[in-house]
């Protein structure tokens, strides 16, 4: 069973950057995927960016490109997100996901196979 642990979130004014960790365990398995998504008050859990097992290919959601940075680290287990020139708007419980069975980078939740608690990003105007 994987767990994921995500840290990294707190309360930054509009400008400031964040960065996001999340940390797997219990793995015995390859992960061909890790992905972030976002919940905002209100709305559904939308796509936020993903990166594959090698790290050599990523994908973002408009909303976030240019701004964010996804990155992983297979040595640790941890998949990262860095966010630059926060707004207001980004303002949401951010998950991150594990993709554990072939496949390509996908924007979909229904395509990843665990997910974490989550982690509280609130950006101030």
């Known amino acids: 069973q994987v767990q994921l642990v995500e840290s990294g979130g707190g309360l930054v004014q509009a400008g400031g950057s964040l960065r996001l960790s999340c940390a797997a365990s219990g793995r015995t398995f390859r992960s061909y995927v890790m992905g972030w998504f976002r919940q905002a008050p209100g709305k559904e859990r939308e796509f936020a960016a993903a990166?594959?097992?090698?790290?050599?290919?990523?994908y973002y959601a408009d909303s976030v490109k240019g701004r964010f940075t996804i990155s992983r680290d297979n040595a640790k287990n941890t998949v990262y997100l860095q966010m630059n020139s926060l707004k207001p708007e980004d303002t949401a419980v951010y998950y991150c996901a594990d993709r554990t069975t072939y496949g390509f980078v996908s924007t979909s939740e229904k395509d990843y196979d665990y997910w974490g608690q989550g982690t509280q990003v609130t950006v101030s105007s």
């Open positions: 990166i594959n097992w090698s790290g050599g290919k990523t």
